[in-house]
């Protein structure tokens, strides 16, 4: 959904190379937040795109508090400075995964 709402009309195959998921993994994923209402899919040709829908957008701030939720929680057990050192080395890990593709 994050990368969906912050770009909309992205493609499949983008979502895979970023997310390094099998394209079927992502598809499963698609399917099943289109069935719950959270997005659209366009296609063009052979080509699809993914849209947020008004109720997809509408997760944004949730998804947001659930992450500052979630680095509070790892702050309390590993301490300030080592829960920010974590999340510095995940998007360390992220951009170099994302580099390969």
Known sequence: MMIVNDNPGIGQKEMCEQLQLAPSTVTRFIDTLVHKGYLNRQSEGK??????????????????????SLHKRYDSVLGREKGDALTTMIDAASDKLSKQG
């Open 47 to 68: 080509v699809s795109h993914v849209y947020p829908t008004e109720a997809g957008e509408k997760l944004k701030s949730s998804i947001s508090e659930a992450w500052k």
